[in-house]
């Protein structure tokens, strides 16, 4: 199970933070994504935290200004998104998957376990 929190209605140029936090597994060891899927458009990446210590990767849009990190303690993922632009109003989803081979950590595929999603809105 995953459940987000966070979300909002912002100015451009503020910030928000989004968590998830996941039961169920071994969080540790499963990459943990954000996708977002904003109106009228398909669910796209965002960025990715895989699991074991692994690194991260964004989508070039939000190099810079997101930043994701994870607390396995706590079994959550974050995502710190800052200087927000309206084009990043969307529904935001934290995934996780297991065992996703580099060339697919893009992909909405790869991922076993869905959150229901929280919405972020910025007003420009």
């Known amino acids: 199970q995953l459940v987000e929190s966070g979300g909002g209605l912002v100015q451009a140029g503020g910030s928000l933070r989004l968590s998830c936090v996941a039961s169920?597994?071994?969080?540790?060891?499963?990459?943990m994504g954000w996708f977002r899927q904003g109106p009228g458009k398909e669910r796209e990446f965002v960025a990715t935290?895989?699991?074991?210590?692994?690194?991260?990767y964004y989508t070039d849009s939000v190099k810079g200004r997101f930043t994701i990190s994870r607390d396995n303690a706590k079994s959550t993922v974050y995502l710190q998104m800052n200087n927000l632009k309206p084009d990043d109003t969307a529904v935001y989803h934290c995934?996780?998957?297991?065992?996703?081979?580099?060339?697919?950590?893009?992909?909405?595929?790869?991922?076993?376990?869905w959150g229901q999603g929280t919405q972020v809105t910025v007003s420009s």
């Open positions: 995934a996780a998957g297991s065992r996703i081979i580099l060339s697919s950590i893009r992909r909405t595929d790869a991922y076993y376990y």
């Open positions: 169920g597994w071994n969080f540790r060891t499963y990459t």
């Open positions: 935290f895989r699991g074991n210590g692994g690194s991260t």
